[in-house]
């Protein structure tokens, strides 16, 4: 598959999964009084973000015809 996400959207994602992992081990953890739900949510949230991030391949992109890669 083609990628379709550029530089500045993949490091976007990287940095706000990697922050949403911190935050949901904080809480999964006891350190934050989130909830063990929310901790779930976010270190879910924080795998998709940061996998999608390193491949640069989002399937709700390409679903909805969003190309930020540069290349159309």
Do not use: E, Q
């Amino acid at each position: 598959m083609k990628n379709n996400m550029g530089a500045t959207d993949s490091r976007t994602r990287i940095a706000l999964g990697l922050g949403s992992a911190v935050v949901g081990s904080a809480t999964l953890g006891g350190l934050l009084g989130l909830g063990t739900t929310v901790g779930a949510v976010l270190l879910l949230l924080a795998l998709v973000l940061v996998g999608t991030g390193i491949v640069r391949l989002c399937l709700v992109y390409r679903l909805l015809g969003i190309d930020t890669s540069g290349s159309r």
